[in-house]
């Protein structure tokens, strides 16, 4: 069997360039209740590291030369069990503690972490292999193997166990509709102690699936968690201090105000360059004059970002370091299609002024989404533009199609972004003057998703990282998937994906991917806003931070570079 084989250093797309003792594990503490002997030495090493340090956040102590790097971001995390949540908010805090097995990047390549290489089977396109860091280990001594992938794998797999990243492993041999099937053999296999074959159920291009499938496949440790049963795999006392492999150890938590970490000196990779990392939750009204006190080192990116205003007043601050950065990340407005016909749906894309938003709101940083992809992506079409805006004509659809506008209907949005809460009376606004009067509800973000995929909604803002390869936003239009917050029932969006999907060159997916785009304006069960760049700022003692990768759950802080 042929296999072209790929070190990570050199590995790019060919194109260029978005979820024992047993307790609530949302409800995390500063220390565990029980824990088990690795996890109890894993943290004595923490202790005996930091004792006699600080503890006050946000600043560096200089007594001891401790490097403390404190990073903000507005919206709390809502687990440490990296399977089973979507929250970007989540993920910046798990990425710290776990490993995935590579680092996807902006610009179409790709970097090591667990994994030092990988290849695919170009003859029948369906075995990923990926070759372990023999250096890695988790944060209690114990090497990683691939073991660990495996049972990883298989707890994602365990029909007993409800996860809600499961989606991740469902394309692998052994997966009938999401859940594991025991007649057939499992895709997730050991080769040797650091080899790990995955099969795919049907060939697949390769950046796919370390985009989609791999960006965010963390690694749990095998020897802590195998005798935890699948009943209390969800509560049990790891997950409130839980051990990982990642660059950060974990230390302690407020829930929902800030969880710190202690470097990983051993890290395979490479020794982070700061001693301990505080994450912090912080108001967007706070994040400015945090960032000019020293109480905050660095904004989080991605959904943590500072306002036009601030943005602007941040770059007149001598200790800080401003950043306007593209982002593949798109905000759209998802319809329910079950209560809004697609004529209906057609008008309201036809109604938004998204020119007003870009320029209004985000005084130009940033633009216009004409759908999931940005116009200078690879794989946009470019028959997208220019995107229509007639709400005189969108007016007389609404009224020919019969629907009934007496009724109020609501837009829910997140409380937390600022962005979006001044978007939505625009938004207001703009479907008012095609008679549908909008009521606007505020709610937290994890509230908002769940109606969201139970359909209990009629608008809703959502924002997604995006993704170098076109397909990141067709599971969102499949029939059945978690995430078709749309509630779309027409199957044809994500057969047109799944035949983008079976092409394996640029030149052959592009054309299924140009038609898809064009299906997606035709159905709309999303109307498309905008995509807006990243206001980012940091203090002038931080350097070499990729905020362009942030959006795609790569922080990779042991590359930071802290001054004393």
């Known amino acids: 069997m042929r296999k072209s084989w790929m070190k990570t250093a050199a590995v790019f797309l060919s194109m260029a360039m978005m979820l024992g003792g047993c307790a609530d ?4 503490e500063t220390k565990a209740q029980t824990e088990t002997q690795a996890q109890t030495e894993a943290k004595a090493q923490t202790e005996a590291a930091t004792e006699g340090e600080s503890k006050e956040e946000g600043t560096k102590t200089e007594s001891t030369g401790t490097k403390t790097v404190t990073m903000a971001m507005t919206s709390a995390w809502d687990t440490l069990i990296p399977f089973n949540t979507t929250s970007a908010s989540s993920d910046a805090v798990i990425e710290l503690i776990f490993d995935k097995l590579i680092v996807v ?3 179409g390549s790709f970097g090591p972490r667990l994994a030092k290489e990988w290849s695919i089977d170009d003859e029948t396109h369906t075995k990923v292999t990926f070759v372990l860091d023999e250096n890695a280990k988790w944060h209690d001594g114990t090497p990683v193997t691939a073991d660990d992938v495996v049972f990883t794998a298989e707890v994602m797999a365990n029909p007993d166990i409800n996860v809600v990243r499961r989606s991740k492993i469902a394309p692998f041999t052994g997966m009938i509709d999401g859940k594991r099937d025991e007649s057939q053999e499992f895709g997730v296999k050991k080769i040797d102690d650091h080899t790990v074959e995955f099969t795919m159920i049907k060939a697949t291009p390769l950046d796919y699936m370390l985009d989609i499938m791999f960006r965010d496949f963390y690694v749990i440790p095998k020897h802590l968690l195998k005798d935890v049963s699948a009943e209390d795999m969800l509560t049990c006392d790891f997950w409130k201090a839980p051990v990982g492999s990642g660059p950060c150890i974990y230390e302690d938590e407020i829930a929902g105000e800030r969880i710190s970490f202690k470097a990983n000196k051993d890290y395979h990779l ?7 990392l505080v994450v912090k939750v912080v108001a967007s009204s706070n994040l400015l004059s945090g960032l000019m006190n020293g109480e905050i080192d660095l904004v989080a990116g991605g959904g943590t970002i500072l ?3 601030d943005w602007e007043m941040a770059g007149q601050q001598e200790n800080l370091v401003t950043e306007s950065v593209p982002s593949l990340s798109y905000t759209y407005m998802s319809v329910n299609t079950k209560r809004f016909p697609q004529e209906v749906r057609q008008a309201i894309n036809m109604a938004i002024n998204r020119d007003a938003l870009v320029n209004n709101l985000m005084r130009g940083e940033g633009i216009s989404a004409p759908g999931p992809l940005a116009p200078n992506h690879p794989y946009f079409n470019e028959e997208l533009l220019p995107i229509p805006y007639d709400p005189e004509t969108a007016k007389q659809m609404v009224a020919d199609s019969g629907f009934d506008i007496s009724k109020t209907y609501q837009l829910n949005i997140t409380a937390g972004s600022e962005l979006v809460q001044k978007a939505a009376p625009m938004l207001q606004q703009d479907l008012a003057k095609i008679g549908l009067n ?3 509800v505020s ?3 994890a509230t908002l998703l769940s109606n969201a995929r139970k359909g209990e909604y009629d608008f809703c803002i959502i924002s997604s990282g ?3 390869d076109p397909g990141e936003s067709v599971m969102n239009v499949t029939p059945g998937h978690i995430n078709n917050f749309s509630q779309n029932e027409d199957p044809s969006l994500g057969e047109k994906g799944a035949e983008g999907l079976a092409a394996f060159t640029y030149e052959k997916r592009k054309p299924y ?7 997606l304006r035709e159905q709309s069960p999303f109307v498309f806003l905008y995509l807006k760049n990243d206001l980012v700022a940091y203090n002038k003692r931080l350097s070499n931070i990729h905020f362009e990768d942030f959006s795609l759950l790569s922080r990779s802080v042991w590359e930071w570079k802290v001054e004393d």
């Open 105 to 107: 990047k902006a610009d």
């Open 466 to 468: 995006g993704s170098p």
């Open 25 to 28: 594990p949302t409800e995390t």
């Open 270 to 276: 490479q020794t982070p360059d700061f001693d301990r």
């Open 443 to 445: 709610t937290d973000f």
């Open 307 to 309: 306002s036009n205003n």
């Open 438 to 440: 909008i009521e606007i």
């Open 513 to 519: 991917y140009d038609e898809y785009q064009m299906m």
